[in-house]
């Protein structure tokens, strides 16, 4: 290639990047715009609660979240508080973005009043609930307490607490990878090539996930926008370690820095594009999700990935090619360096040191290591991932958590989020009879459009609900939408159980009666989750066997490779089930925390062993399977260490955004991260490849005796 192009190529790929953050850039912050936290969004077609979302506008005015206003005093609310009540009810009802309230209505003890009001269809919730606290705040009588919870609450203050996931997640993400690296390579330039790829890889899976998202192609949600960020940033630094690797290996190797950069692209195209394919098909498995949230992680997650491949082996070669060894300064790879022994006794460094005793003791050691991964993974009996209660979702304080527990001291735990039952309406006395069967539900009303509150009372008195005057409920295609009101708070388990009572007892009258709401949503959710968890694990694992018997012509090298990172997985999630009861003292976890940390710790810890294992095998083709390991181990041991550091401490970064979901997540894929660096690809598959032998490679040559060794 002649020199002007050699110039030239690099250059384009640099500018064809800078155009793409550029771009890309500015849409960083607007990818909120097109997130929604509304859990119902996300259930699949097939929910009973999404049918009931779906047609609940055919039987009252359509509308958003009600916000219920809850006042409380110790000792009784006064006459002049039940005034200072209506004075709020009439201020917040007259805001552009609440279509109406209720009455001020009293509690049975007389220490608490509540009003409901219902946000138009249109309406930012989270702005909304904003002000109305703000009204709430101001209009409070002294020794009144006042709070704003419901689903329109809880949905402000989840919002609210993702409202970090733009700049500090980043941001904090961004400074622990920096620090790594300047600790690393020591070089004042190279941590800001490294990170500038990842961020430049950020801002075009920014790009097209906001496109797809604003085309209603995807479903981005808090939880999907903070993955995408810290899986880009971790798998992209993490790919630019692999190649800065084998670049500084070739620089010492090749007096130019084009021939450096040619071989350092030979050397390292399989291992990233293997490791990142993993990981693709890995989490494109989502799709199989029945949850619109999980589906929706798939593709993002999967355009994310590609991207860091392509700023991996485009735009960081291209800039290492335009400072060639300037970028390693102070400690420059000199060419003919590259003479050092890797294995043998004369071999230096801590990773030689530990090729010699797995070597000595390749048996003892991954028992030794498969005890204890077995012993952390006992932790699992104790694991609850069957759901928690929406007001536990937010870590630290809640206004909606707060007003949530007094509402259920003094109302009807359910008060504001009924649970919405459609069915067939000549079948009307008898699903008002059902309903009220159930033990958990306080009372039942219609909905109806006839009425200014929008319900109406129904009971077996057919001729009472005829009478002159009196609303009827609305008929929807032969259907009517009952409201019940359920005894405990509707994020609770004993309102779960209520549901699926309520809903074997209204199928038994109309089999095509649906209920919903906001807790059968809950269950929809918890149950989609767990169904998911049974069909996308052995899937994932089917998947990522089949590309590493692919990848390294091998049966037994692959089963062994699957085998240790899912007992590796298995003792994170033991340990942070330990973690989650014993220290922190969450309520439970959520049915998707397995099943993501599965999807995440199976394909990236798989990522680490392809690295180690390619290298092996290339150099076992030239010395043999033993010294193949050695010299392999040796080899990547600095970088894939460095990598499941950085990975790791761009996934504890998650644990900044005060969300349970993401907490848990952090701790356990952070945790694997290190158990499949520092323990798996370090000393349990080394030790297990080297006492299997040349049998580790059946049925490939490397299988057979060499002739010549």
Same mark, same amino acid.
């Given at each position: 290639?002649s020199?002007?192009l050699?110039?030239?190529?690099?250059?384009?790929?640099?500018?064809?990047w800078?155009?793409?953050?550029?771009?890309?850039?500015?849409?960083?912050?607007?990818?909120?715009?097109?997130?929604?936290?509304?859990?119902?969004?996300?259930?699949?077609?097939?929910?009973d609660?999404?049918?009931?979302q779906?047609?609940?506008a055919?039987?009252?005015?359509?509308s958003?979240?009600?916000?219920?206003?809850v006042?409380?005093?110790?000792g009784?609310?006064?006459?002049?508080?039940?005034?200072?009540a209506?004075?709020?009810?009439?201020?917040?009802?007259?805001?552009?973005?609440?279509?109406?309230t209720?009455?001020?209505?009293p509690?049975?003890?007389?220490?608490?009043?509540?009003?409901?009001?219902?946000?138009?269809?249109?309406?930012?919730?989270?702005?909304?609930?904003?002000?109305?606290r703000?009204?709430?705040?101001?209009?409070?009588?002294?020794?009144?307490?006042?709070?704003v919870?419901?689903?329109?609450?809880?949905?402000?203050?989840?919002?609210?607490?993702?409202?970090?996931?733009?700049?500090?997640?980043?941001?904090?993400?961004?400074a622990?990878?920096?620090?790594?690296?300047?600790?690393?390579?020591?070089?004042?330039?190279?941590p800001?090539?490294?990170?500038?790829?990842?961020?430049f890889?950020l801002?075009?899976s920014?790009?097209?996930?906001?496109?797809?998202a604003k085309?209603?192609?995807?479903?981005?949600?808090?939880q999907?926008?903070?993955?995408l960020?810290?899986?880009?940033?971790?798998?992209?630094?993490?790919?630019a370690?692999?190649?800065?690797?084998?670049?500084?290996?070739a620089?010492?190797?090749?007096?130019?820095?084009?021939?450096?950069?040619?071989?350092?692209?030979?050397?390292?195209?399989?291992?990233?594009?293997?490791?990142?394919?993993?990981v693709i098909?890995?989490?494109?498995?989502?799709?199989?999700?029945?949850?619109?949230?999980?589906k929706?992680l798939?593709?993002?997650?999967?355009?994310?990935?590609?991207?860091?491949?392509l700023?991996?082996?485009?735009?960081l070669?291209?800039l290492?090619?335009?400072f060639?060894?300037?970028?390693?300064?102070?400690l420059?790879?000199?060419?003919g360096?590259?003479?050092r022994?890797?294995t043998?006794?004369?071999a230096?460094?801590?990773?030689?040191?530990?090729?010699?005793?797995?070597?000595?003791?390749?048996?003892?050691?991954?028992?030794?290591?498969?005890?204890?991964?077995?012993?952390?993974?006992?932790?699992l009996?104790g694991?609850?991932?069957?759901?928690?209660?929406?007001?536990?979702?937010?870590?630290g304080?809640?206004?909606?958590?707060?007003?949530?527990?007094?509402?259920?001291?003094?109302?009807?735990?359910?008060?504001?989020?009924?649970?919405?039952?459609?069915?067939?309406?000549?079948?009307?006395?008898?699903?008002?009879?059902?309903?009220?069967?159930?033990?958990?539900v306080?009372?039942?009303?219609a909905?109806?459009?006839?009425?200014?509150?929008?319900t109406?009372?129904?009971?077996?008195?057919?001729?009472?609900?005829?009478?002159?005057?009196?609303?009827e409920?609305t008929?929807?295609?032969g259907?009517?939408?009952?409201?019940?009101?359920?005894?405990?708070?509707a994020?609770?388990?004993?309102?779960?159980?209520?549901?699926?009572?309520?809903?074997?007892?209204?199928?038994?009258v109309?089999?095509?009666a649906?209920?919903?709401?906001?807790?059968?949503?809950?269950v929809?959710?918890?149950?989609?989750?767990?169904?998911?968890?049974?069909?996308?694990?052995p899937?994932?694992?089917a998947?990522?066997?089949?590309?590493?018997?692919?990848l390294?012509?091998?049966?037994?090298a692959?089963?062994?490779?699957?085998?240790?990172?899912?007992?590796?997985?298995a003792?994170?999630?033991?340990?942070g089930?330990?973690?989650?009861?014993?220290? $922190?003292?969450?309520? &439970? !976890?959520? %049915?998707?925390?397995? #099943?993501?940390?599965?999807? /995440?710790? @199976? +394909?990236l *810890? =798989?990522?680490?062993?392809?690295?180690l294992?390619?290298?092996?095998?290339?150099?076992?083709?030239?010395h043999?399977?033993?010294e193949?390991?050695?010299?392999?181990l040796?080899?990547t041991?600095?970088?894939?260490?460095?990598?499941?550091?950085?990975?790791?401490?761009? $996934?504890?970064?998650? &644990? !900044?955004? %005060?969300?349970?979901? #993401?907490?848990?997540?952090? /701790?356990? @894929? +952070?945790? *694997? =991260?290190?158990?499949?660096?520092?323990?798996?690809?370090s000393?349990?598959?080394p030790?297990?490849?080297?006492?299997?032998?040349?049998?580790?490679?059946?049925?490939?040559?490397?299988?057979?005796?060499?002739?010549?060794?």
């Amino acid at each position: 290639m002649s020199r002007f192009l050699r110039i030239v190529l690099p250059a384009l790929v640099i500018l064809v990047w800078l155009v793409v953050a550029g771009v890309g850039g500015p849409v960083f912050g607007k990818i909120s715009e097109v997130a929604t936290n509304d859990q119902t969004s996300f259930l699949p077609a097939s929910a009973d609660a999404t049918k009931v979302q779906e047609r609940a506008a055919d039987f009252r005015q359509a509308s958003g979240a009600p916000a219920i206003v809850v006042l409380d005093r110790d000792g009784g609310l006064t006459p002049d508080d039940l005034t200072a009540a209506r004075r709020i009810a009439d201020t917040i009802g007259e805001r552009d973005d609440v279509q109406g309230t209720s009455p001020v209505i009293p509690s049975e003890d007389g220490d608490a009043a509540e009003i409901v009001a219902t946000l138009t269809e249109d309406a930012e919730t989270g702005d909304a609930v904003s002000a109305i606290r703000t009204t709430v705040d101001e209009a409070l009588p002294a020794g009144v307490s006042g709070y704003v919870t419901g689903p329109a609450g809880f949905t402000a203050d989840l919002t609210e607490a993702f409202a970090g996931i733009d700049g500090l997640l980043l941001g904090v993400a961004l400074a622990a990878v920096f620090v790594i690296l300047i600790v690393v390579y020591r070089s004042p330039l190279l941590p800001f090539l490294v990170l500038g790829t990842a961020t430049f890889a950020l801002c075009a899976s920014i790009l097209v996930v906001y496109a797809l998202a604003k085309a209603g192609v995807v479903t981005v949600n808090g939880q999907v926008q903070g993955i995408l960020s810290i899986l880009v940033i971790g798998a992209a630094t993490d790919y630019a370690l692999l190649y800065t690797a084998r670049y500084r290996e070739a620089l010492r190797e090749h007096r130019t820095g084009w021939e450096a950069t040619r071989a350092a692209l030979r050397g390292a195209f399989e291992p990233i594009v293997a490791s990142g394919g993993t990981v693709i098909v890995g989490v494109l498995c989502l799709l199989l999700s029945d949850l619109n949230s999980n589906k929706a992680l798939g593709p993002v997650a999967a355009i994310g990935i590609a991207f860091s491949l392509l700023a991996a082996l485009t735009l960081l070669p291209a800039l290492l090619l335009a400072f060639r060894r300037a970028a390693f300064w102070p400690l420059r790879p000199a060419f003919g360096s590259g003479g050092r022994p890797t294995t043998g006794p004369d071999a230096t460094g801590l990773w030689a040191r530990v090729g010699r005793l797995v070597a000595r003791r390749s048996r003892t050691v991954w028992i030794v290591c498969t005890v204890a991964l077995l012993a952390m993974g006992s932790g699992l009996v104790g694991l609850r991932a069957d759901g928690v209660p929406q007001s536990d979702l937010v870590i630290g304080s809640s206004q909606a958590r707060d007003g949530q527990r007094v509402l259920a001291d003094h109302f009807p735990g359910g008060s504001g989020s009924p649970a919405q039952v459609i069915g067939t309406e000549r079948d009307l006395d008898a699903l008002v009879d059902a309903v009220r069967s159930v033990r958990g539900v306080d009372g039942v009303v219609a909905a109806s459009t006839d009425s200014p509150s929008g319900t109406v009372p129904v009971g077996s008195d057919a001729a009472a609900r005829t009478a002159p005057g009196t609303a009827e409920p609305t008929v929807s295609r032969g259907d009517v939408l009952l409201e019940a009101t359920l005894a405990d708070p509707a994020d609770s388990s004993a309102a779960e159980r209520t549901v699926r009572d309520l809903r074997v007892a209204v199928e038994r009258v109309d089999p095509d009666a649906v209920v919903g709401g906001v807790t059968a949503t809950a269950v929809d959710t918890n149950d989609t989750g767990i169904r998911d968890r049974s069909v996308i694990i052995p899937v994932v694992l089917a998947v990522i066997l089949l590309i590493l018997v692919l990848l390294l012509r091998s049966v037994v090298a692959p089963l062994v490779l699957v085998g240790s990172v899912v007992v590796s997985f298995a003792a994170a999630l033991g340990v942070g089930a330990l973690v989650f009861d014993h220290v $922190f003292h969450f309520p &439970g !976890v959520d %049915p998707s925390v397995p #099943l993501y940390a599965f999807v /995440f710790l @199976v +394909a990236l *810890g =798989v990522d680490y062993n392809i690295f180690l294992m390619t290298r092996v095998r290339e150099e076992s083709l030239r010395h043999g399977p033993r010294e193949g390991v050695l010299r392999g181990l040796a080899a990547t041991g600095g970088v894939i260490t460095s990598a499941g550091i950085v990975l790791a401490a761009t $996934f504890a970064a998650l &644990g !900044v955004i %005060p969300i349970l979901f #993401l907490a848990q997540i952090a /701790f356990v @894929v +952070a945790f *694997g =991260v290190l158990l499949d660096t520092v323990v798996v690809r370090s000393l349990l598959v080394p030790a297990l490849v080297i006492d299997l032998g040349r049998r580790a490679w059946w049925p490939s040559r490397l299988s057979r005796p060499a002739r010549h060794m």
